[in-house]
């Protein structure tokens, strides 16, 4: 069985500071992970998945197979950067997905 | 430009009646997903198909059913609504990368 856990649901920042959201997994093969984010009003997107290694919107995150987790980070977070965000898990060759409960983040002025 | 277009954004039934939900994807994807999308609880798997007339439970079905008669539709259906189906019904698409989402369906059962 695989599953998601973000521990937090709300996470509330200044602009300017760093922000992290946790994310942990359990599968027992090789997983691929994912971020989604979903802006007010609009469709649930692609933020990055771990096996491109890419920052996108100054946004990054890195595979932790020994901790299980797959930890969203950005240094200086930015008002635009307010909104739910859900990590994803796929087993590797498996294209159903499995997220998180999600966590919505405000960046406060 | 990718699309998956779900047909009703807002519906609002009654107890008892059976709903369709429609879904459309133009990326020739094999394959499709429902998902509900429910305040803390995230995003949960309905059904999902891997190629026409296919189609496996996700980890939610019970209350639902679904069809997949051409590879660009996947709709999603009610047989007989409840109230703890108001939701947002969420419809995806996924080929050998990412998983693209439609706006989404809001459903209310009164």
């Known amino acids: 069985a695989q599953r998601v856990t973000q521990p937090e649901k709300l996470l509330s920042v200044f602009k300017g500071a760093p922000v992290e959201l946790k994310c942990n997994y359990s599968y027992s093969g090789s997983p691929e992970l994912f971020w989604y984010v979903q802006y007010s009003r609009q469709r649930l997107q692609l933020l990055l998945r771990?096996?491109s290694r890419e920052s996108i919107k100054g946004f990054t995150a890195d595979l932790n197979k020994g901790e299980t987790s797959f930890h969203l980070k950005k240094p200086f977070a930015q008002e635009e950067d307010s909104a739910m965000y859900y990590c994803a898990l796929s087993g590797w060759g498996d294209y159903k997905l499995s997220f998180g409960a999600g966590t919505t983040v405000t960046v406060r002025a | 430009d990718v699309k998956v277009t779900q047909s009703s954004r807002y519906l609002v039934k009654r107890t008892g009646e059976k709903v369709f939900l429609e879904c459309v994807q133009d990326m020739d994807h094999e394959n499709m997903f429902w998902y509900r999308q429910d305040p803390g609880l995230g995003l949960r798997l309905i059904y999902f198909s891997y190629d026409v007339k296919m189609k496996e439970k996700g980890d939610i079905p019970e209350g639902y059913s679904v069809s997949r008669e051409k590879k660009e539709r996947f709709s999603l259906i009610l047989e007989s609504a409840s109230t703890n189906q108001t939701s947002m019904y969420l419809c995806?698409?996924?080929?050998?990368?990412?998983?693209?989402f439609g706006e989404g369906s809001r459903l209310t059962v009164l």
């Open positions: 995806a698409s996924r080929g050998p990368g990412e998983l693209f």
């Open positions: 771990h096996i």
